[in-house]
């Protein structure tokens, strides 16, 4: 869960706030200006499971300011606004770009982006492995991972260490890591996201945070952004 100043809270409690976002899309910052729509979508389950590795995907629409590269990180921050007053800016998310259409007419430019979770479809094993790693301990198995993913695992997973993670081949062939994280997540009653800032996190049944689009919702946290529910 993110920490929140005491303006924010203020801002919040009172039912005449909106909400206010910007976008880092390459390092170039975007203000409401520049943002014609922005909407996310994913989350951890729709109905309850456990192993999934859950991406979520990002939908937007920008005025854009020069060149974008292919793939470029966009990162997503919302603050609240009542009157005069701002709250400080809250990470959104952290996403990627897929795909892109410009508008020849408006020079708007449309882009569909998802989180860092799609880079784990890739074969884990490579020439960096040999059979002296094995077995590995989840906790090693799931910061190398990571690692490969370009991202860090969240302080707050905590693995098991009973089971630890055989040379990661099935009957199939080699394994992707995204499987390998599966069935980490199995063994841990848990399913892993990318969090707001970024970061690779197993969450368990027992300890679901109350980020809304987890799972549950706390009354009095939760705003609408761009027609789904986030954690304010």
């Not at 027992?206 to 987890?214: A, K, L, M, S, W």
Request: proline share 4%; net charge negative; charged share 25%.
């Amino acid at each position: 869960m993110q920490l929140t100043s005491d303006l924010y809270k203020e801002i919040l409690s009172n039912p005449n706030h909106h909400k206010e976002t910007k976008l880092d899309v390459a390092g170039v910052e975007y203000g409401q200006e520049s943002i014609v729509s922005v909407r996310t979508s994913g989350g951890l389950f729709t109905t309850p499971g456990i192993g999934n590795c859950a991406a979520r995907q990002i939908d937007l629409e920008i005025l854009p300011t020069g060149a974008i590269p292919r793939q470029a990180q966009i990162k997503v921050f919302v603050r609240l606004a009542l009157g005069e007053q701002r709250s400080e800016w809250l990470e959104k998310g952290v996403f990627f770009i897929s795909t892109r259409t410009k508008d020849k007419r408006t020079g708007s430019l449309t882009i569909t982006g998802y989180d860092a979770m799609l880079k784990a479809e890739s074969v884990w094993l490579n020439s960096d492995y040999d059979t002296e790693n094995w077995p590995m301990s989840q906790q090693e198995a799931a910061e190398d991972i990571a690692y490969r993913m370009g991202v860090e695992v969240d302080p707050r997973t905590v693995l098991t260490t009973s089971f630890p993670v055989d040379y990661p081949v099935d009957e199939n062939g080699d394994l992707t890591m995204r499987e390998v994280l599966g069935y980490i997540a199995v063994s841990n009653a848990g399913n892993w996201i990318i969090t707001d800032e970024g970061k690779l996190l197993l969450v368990k049944y027992g300890d679901i945070p109350p980020e809304t689009y987890y799972l549950v919702e706390e009354n009095g946290f939760a705003i609408t952004f761009g027609g789904d529910r986030i954690l304010v």
